[in-house]
């Protein structure tokens, strides 16, 4: 059935984005901008195929792509937090660090066989149409996104943990005040989007495309920086716009496929056209919020992050 294969692939194309995109929100949330999600997720996937492919199991290279991106959050947090470097240029020399030390590590493991991650089919429910292809006979990192976003949205709006996440984020000096770590607050936030970033990676090295292959993020990380302000700092809106974000890419790779007469290299560029538009309809929107708001309520008015 050919919707049926249609949203299976939408699927597979969103998780990596939701896994991603939910670490950064909580960097953001914590107040860190990490810009190196592209560089984390490339480096969690070279990791996790470097050790699927020793060791002849995808468990072992999930956890390894999972941990790979975690300590290499550590290097981003390092020259922050602790030695108080610029976010911004930090971020993407991190991606560019990224981006050149997985080419290298994987120079000689490209055309070598992967080792794909088996779906977990879950008996009776698998069986049921249509949906229980979708929703019951899945790989692990599936069910990990959508336990992810759920346990990331209890923990920053119901837990007193979250809070103080939230209040870091929100005013440090405050915070800070209070008697809370920020920087030791800020570093788990750090390796916590880290840890996911490397998870999407091993998703893509082991579930999406089970080889490894030269820059396999593919802009993947920048969509993800997005999909956080799309998603207004809320983890649901993220795993809905992860699913957004997704079908546009995987319907540019079925228009081209039915052959639609539209030049393969716009097609190619859509999701990242899509991202712009959405990004520049959320400023405008918040920037009308602004000028309709009184004077006097102006003042005061903050984003809610």
Not at 77 to 90: E, H, I, K, S, W
Not at 197 to 205: D, I, R, T, Y
Not at 208 to 225: D, H, K, V
Request: hydrophobic letters at 55%; proline letters at 4%; a neutral charge.
């Amino acid at each position: 059935m050919i919707v049926e294969a249609i949203l299976l692939t939408i699927i597979t194309a969103s998780t990596p984005l939701v896994l991603a995109a939910i670490g950064e929100l909580v960097c953001e949330r914590a107040g860190v901008l990490n810009l190196g999600v592209e560089g984390m997720m490339v480096m969690g996937a070279v990791g996790a195929f470097t050790a699927a492919h020793a060791t002849g199991s995808p468990w072992i290279g999930m956890m390894a792509g999972m941990i790979t991106g975690a300590v290499f959050s550590l290097l981003f947090g390092f020259l922050t937090l602790t030695l108080v470097a610029n976010q911004v240029a930090t971020g993407l020399a991190l991606t560019i660090l990224g981006q050149g030390l997985s080419a290298m590590i994987g120079e000689g493991l490209v055309g070598k066989p992967g080792v794909k991650m088996p779906s977990l089919d879950i008996p009776v429910l698998s069986d049921i149409p249509v949906i229980g292809p979708l929703l019951f006979d899945q790989d692990i990192f599936f069910y990990l996104s959508i336990a992810i976003v759920a346990g990331v949205s209890w923990f920053l709006f119901k837990t007193r943990r979250g809070l103080v996440l939230r209040s870091v984020g929100d005013n440090h000096a405050s915070a800070h005040a209070l008697g809370i770590n920020v920087i030791g607050i800020r570093y788990l936030a750090v390796m916590f989007g880290g840890a996911c970033a490397g998870l999407a990676g091993a998703q893509l090295s082991l579930v999406y495309t089970p080889q490894w292959s030269e820059n396999m993020a593919a802009g993947r990380g920048w969509i993800a920086l997005a999909l956080v302000v799309f998603a207004s700092w809320r983890p649901w809106g993220v795993l809905v716009g992860g699913y957004l974000f997704g079908a546009v890419t995987i319907g540019q790779l079925h228009a081209q496929a039915f052959g639609i007469a539209i030049p393969s290299q716009f097609l190619s560029a859509l999701p990242y056209v899509v991202t712009v538009l959405v990004l520049v309809i959320i400023s405008q929107n918040r920037r009308m919020t602004l000028i309709n708001t009184p004077a006097s309520l102006g003042k005061s008015f903050v984003p809610d992050r």
